[in-house]
């Protein structure tokens, strides 16, 4: 099963290569980890999107709060949550494909934040479900280079994760 | 107070009241040894390696309730100190390991000794630091003292740069110290605590399986006084020996890989498992998959939540200090008026007792041959088993833990979870220093000892009274074990040949050494080491039977009921 967990930790040297330690130690996956300070400077969250048993993830999320460094720790997808990735791609944009590229953008609520006579960068946002749509939907042979930061998540109404 | 970075880190050490320090100089830490050289509250031991220095604290704090302390220079140094660490964090031993490191300025530039001290501890420590300010020196020195000996203890790495430590401050000990992201639970959940005795007290096959926590934890007056009021068998594994009297009739003796045949078999068929400061390890329970084939429900007491349903799913876990939540287990015994299921007690005591009737721990006796569990047996008798007893790792150990009865905790000293060569010496080292009035002896063979032979020189220098006695059978006993049994009798480099003479080799660094060749002459060779040299550190070099092996013996991937007996063989 795929989970989303959120960490709120001390924004200290060698917090993160703490966290990414624990998961090749115990050979837990990691299918992306996203990291940065919060509006507290003193802390960041990091969100990992993990895949396993439920007696595996019992087991990932008791050692990560058993890191000094750690503070918090949720799983999201225990509950109602949103979760974000954004994705920028360059995409070869000439002759019949410049417009079916705009139009493609469009569809997926995508911004074309670059552009020059033979390509596009477009800009999009949302699940990695919905990014890994649109590069099924466009020629492959037209993708130049694409760049994903990994899921960042968050819980619905009054699931806060907070100090 | 205005103090340079080397003044802090030993006032911190004196104000953490650490007597002795385990260390080797070098380049990067010579202005914390200037400091060290200025006063005489706190001892330095020069050891040979740092290797060893790691190990003699990591003793120390076994047969103590102290935190170890190492100190070592920067590179090589933080190297060869890592066996150590690693060894102390498998079995959760509180220590703080002081490393020195370059100047702040040359870090990353690979400079002379340099090595990224806190990457190549961080998978084997409980936390570690790099200090880049003196200003945080000190708290951070609390900081690492207090994640040492707190929660599920372990071992703490204190990088410095060597310009930190000629840099200056105000000094200000923190008293105490709150950490928002490290904040260990003590108390036990009542109402979990309160399923765990119903449960007990329903019990018709119960058994109490304890380890190493219940040392760690200092709880063996707690455990014994609950297992004599609940009447039902205990073991202990091989890290928890001594926490409870091995020769009272409710111990069933140790479970596990060698474990006794009424231990594994009471484990296996028990139907309510009460677990303390265990972590069901594969060395113990063997395959969890055979383990789980019989029904039972499990109570597990454990500080560290990631201990519990680890390996086996539990049915009433419980976190927390071990001490506390057995107070409280007694406290609502004491209020019990319904008693445990007494009639099924009794036959289950039938059942186990005719599983102890097998003897297990019987060995043959061969004509001029010296067995090893003989050697043992002879030393309980000798030491009248209150000596302190570090082991290195092989056969000796599984001998020792076997046949000396362990009566008392923290008098058992070995690597249990790492299975570190090596470690007898500076244990036996560690523990002289904290208990100058207690026998203290390492049991150990002819290839571990030779992992840290050059302590010989460091129990010189400070006339430790320590009795080494080698189990010396020519061969890597546990190595020539296990080729014997699963490898078609093939000894692939488990033969020690051109071994030194030891007792050349004791008297060559200003020890005793005494060979015994012959099983009469066992006892009188162990009374001359300890009643005729009582003050001398002593090499029992003991040549005794090349072919016995360890038994019972689960094999790897086995379960606890598959024991293989020596008279199978």
């Known amino acids: 099963m795929r989970h989303i967990i959120s960490i709120l930790l001390e924004n200290e040297a060698g917090a993160l290569s703490r966290v990414a330690g624990l998961f090749s130690a115990r050979a837990y996956n990691i299918e992306s980890l996203t990291v940065a ?127 | 107070m205005m103090m340079t970075g080397a003044e802090i880190v030993i006032r911190c050490l004196q104000e953490e009241k650490v007597e002795y320090v385990f260390g080797y100089p070098g380049g990067a830490v010579l202005h ?74 040359y870090i990353g530039q690979d400079a002379f000794q340099e090595c990224d001290t806190v990457g190549i501890t961080r998978p084997c420590v409980k936390h570690n630091f790099l200090v880049k300010d003196v200003r945080e020196l000190a ?20 990088d ?33 605590i309160k399923k765990a005795v119903d449960l007990l007290l329903k019990a018709k096959r119960p058994m109490i399986y304890t380890g190493g926590g219940v040392i760690l934890s200092d709880a063996a007056e707690q455990l014994t006084r609950l297992t004599r009021r609940l009447g039902f068998p205990v073991c202990n594994t091989l890290m928890g020996l001594g926490a409870y009297p091995a020769s009272d009739r409710q111990y069933l003796g140790m479970p596990g890989m060698h474990g006794t045949v009424e231990a594994n078999m009471a484990m296996q068929h028990s139907d309510v498992l009460l677990a303390i400061g265990a972590r069901f390890d594969d060395r113990v329970i063997g395959n969890p998959e055979h383990f789980g084939e019989v029904p039972r429900k499990i109570i ?16 009433v876990p419980i976190v927390g200090s071990v001490p506390d939540v057995l107070e409280e287990m007694l406290k609502l015994l004491d209020g019990d008026k319904t008693g445990v299921d007494a009639a099924a007690l009794a036959e289950w005591w039938e059942e186990i007792e005719g599983w102890r009737a097998k003897q297990c721990m019987k060995y043959k006796q061969k004509k001029n041959l010296i067995m090893p569990q003989y050697v043992i047996e002879k030393l309980h008798e000798v030491t009248g088993g209150e000596a302190i ?44 220093f904290a208990h100058p009035d207690k026998q203290i ?16 020189s460091t129990i010189q220098q400070f006339r430790l009274p320590i009795k080494i006695i080698c189990l010396n059978n020519r061969y890597l006993g546990m190595v020539r074990q296990w080729q014997e049994m699963f490898y078609g009798s093939r000894y692939s480099q488990s033969y020690m040949d051109s ?71």
């Open chain 2, 441 to 456: 002896v390492c049991v150990t063979g002819e290839a571990s000892i030779q992992m840290c032979i050059q302590e010989l």
């Open chain 2, 139 to 158: 708290a951070t020195m609390k900081k690492a003292f207090h994640i040492a000996a707190t929660g599920r203890p372990g071992p703490v790495v204190v």
């Open chain 1, 37 to 163: 300070p919060t509006e507290d400077d003193s802390l960041s969250r990091m969100t990992i999107v993990t895949r396993g048993s439920d007696e595996i993830l019992e087991q990932i999320t008791k050692q990560l709060n058993k890191l000094v460094d750690v503070i918090k720790v949720v799983d999201l997808s225990e509950a109602a949550h949103i979760e974000r990735e954004l994705m920028l791609i360059k995409v070869r944009a000439t002759g019949k494909d410049r417009e079916e590229m705009k139009r493609m953008a469009e569809i997926f609520r995508g911004r074309i934040i670059d552009v020059t006579d033979s390509t596009y960068v477009v800009e999009l946002t949302g699940t990695g479900a919905k990014l890994d749509a649109f590069i099924q939907a466009i020629d492959a042979g037209l993708i130049l280079e694409t760049v994903r930061t990994g899921v960042s998540g968050i819980g619905r109404g009054d699931r806060i994760l907070k100090v």
């Open chain 2, 300 to 315: 597990h007491i454990d500080i560290d939540p990631s201990s519990i349903s680890k390996r086996v799913k539990v049915d």
């Open chain 2, 32 to 105: 914390i040894y200037d400091e060290l050289f200025k006063q005489d509250k706190v001892k330095h031991i020069l050891v040979r390696h740092e290797q060893a220095a790691v190990h003699a604290a990591d003793g120390l704090a076994r047969s103590t309730q102290q935190v170890g302390v190492a100190l070592v220079t920067s590179g090589p140094g933080a190297t060869n100190a890592v066996t150590g660490i690693a060894t102390a964090y498998m079995d959760s031993i509180p220590l703080v390991i002081i490393t020195g490191q370059v100047p702040s300025a």
């Open chain 2, 499 to 569: 071994l030194p003479d030891f007792v050349k080799l004791a008297e060559a660094y200003g020890h005793v050494g005494i060979r015994v060749e012959k099983p009469e002459d066992v006892e009188a060779a162990l009374k001359k080491a300890f009643i005729d040299h009582k003050d001398d550190c002593v090499f029992l070099d003991i040549l005794t039977d090349q072919k016995a092996n360890v038994f019972p013996m689960v094999a790897a991937g086995k379960g606890l009921s598959e024991m293989i007996l020596a008279e199978d063989l």
């Open chain 2, 389 to 432: 007893v570090a082991s290195d790792v092989g056969q000796h150990q599984m001998w020792a833990a076997q046949y000396y009865k362990f009566e008392k905790p923290r008098r058992w000293l070995n690597s249990g979870g790492l299975g570190t060569m090596g470690v007898g010496m500076p244990y036996a080292m560690g523990a002289a």
């Open chain 2, 160 to 192: 410095i740069p060597k310009d930190v430590t000629a840099a200056r401050c105000e000094f200000d000990y923190p008293k105490t110290i709150q950490m928002r992201s490290y904040n260990p639970v003590v108390k036990g959940h009542l109402g979990q």
